[in-house]
């Protein structure tokens, strides 16, 4: 299984531009994640989906936009990129509810600077 | 704000020693996990302890709970030049959907 894989792992953008970070998972996942990691920062919660259908801001959604296309694929936009949103950008995904007491599974991350 | 902090931020020993590394938090929680992070990799779960267990272990992990002092500590025993990484811990505020991860602990295992 790859698990979950995310694309691209690495970007390079300028001030105002806009993307979409991409993300999938083939375990059958009901929750998925995005988080930013910055130095110093630890990880911080960007958006999260508790199930297909629904999402919800984490502790630092400005600047971000997300869709859960399906139950497998939850992406992440940059509507209009800041050099402050330079970070780490890593996917997760968890089989249960929160309270489940199940672990989340990482992607690799993508790497993005923004000029 | 950050719910974890962990401690100390980074920690060099010699293979065969034992590391140590502790996780403090702000409120209550429903369980607490600990994460690797390989150097350029994504984070990788490594054992989850519920608010109700004082102690765990997985392997040459060792994970205890002292939810009075809110706090957690990780022992790697016999550490391996396989285990340089950073270490986080992962907590729920048992309100809410969302984890708080604190900073790390960064490991070195020198062989």
């Known amino acids: 299984n790859a698990g979950v894989t995310q694309t691209p792992k690495f970007q390079v953008l300028k001030t105002g531009q806009s993307m979409t970070l991409q993300c999938a998972q083939d375990?059958?996942?009901?929750?998925m994640y995005w988080y930013r990691q910055d130095p110093g920062m630890g990880l911080r919660l960007i958006y999260y989906?508790?199930?297909?259908?629904?999402?919800d801001k984490g502790e630092v959604p400005n600047g971000y936009n997300v869709s859960r296309l399906n139950k497998r694929e939850f992406s992440l936009r940059l509507e209009s990129a800041a050099p402050s949103q330079t970070s780490v950008y890593f996917c997760?995904?968890?089989?249960?509810?929160?309270?489940?007491?199940?672990?989340?599974?990482f992607g690799d991350g993508t790497r993005l600077s923004i000029l | 704000s950050q719910q974890g902090e962990e401690d100390p931020q980074a920690l060099s020993i010699q293979e065969g020693e034992n590391a140590t590394m502790n996780c403090s938090y702000k409120?209550?929680?429903?369980?607490l996990q600990w994460y690797r992070q390989n150097s350029g990799r994504g984070l990788v779960h490594l054992i989850l302890?519920?608010?109700?267990?004082r102690e765990k272990h997985s392997g040459r992990l060792r994970v205890t709970l002292d939810t009075s002092k809110k706090s957690s500590s990780l022992l790697i025993t016999a550490s391996r030049a396989a285990d340089t990484a950073s270490y986080f811990c992962?907590?729920?505020?048992?309100?809410?959907?969302?984890?708080?991860f604190g900073t790390g602990t960064s490991l070195t295992v020198i062989p």
């Open positions: 997760a995904s968890m089989r249960g509810h929160f309270y489940s007491n199940q672990p989340q599974h």
């Open positions: 375990m059958n996942h009901n929750s």
């Open positions: 989906s508790a199930s297909e259908g629904t999402t």
């Open positions: 409120t209550s929680i429903n369980n």
């Open positions: 302890i519920r608010s109700n267990e």
């Open positions: 992962a907590t729920d505020r048992n309100t809410g959907n969302q984890f708080y």
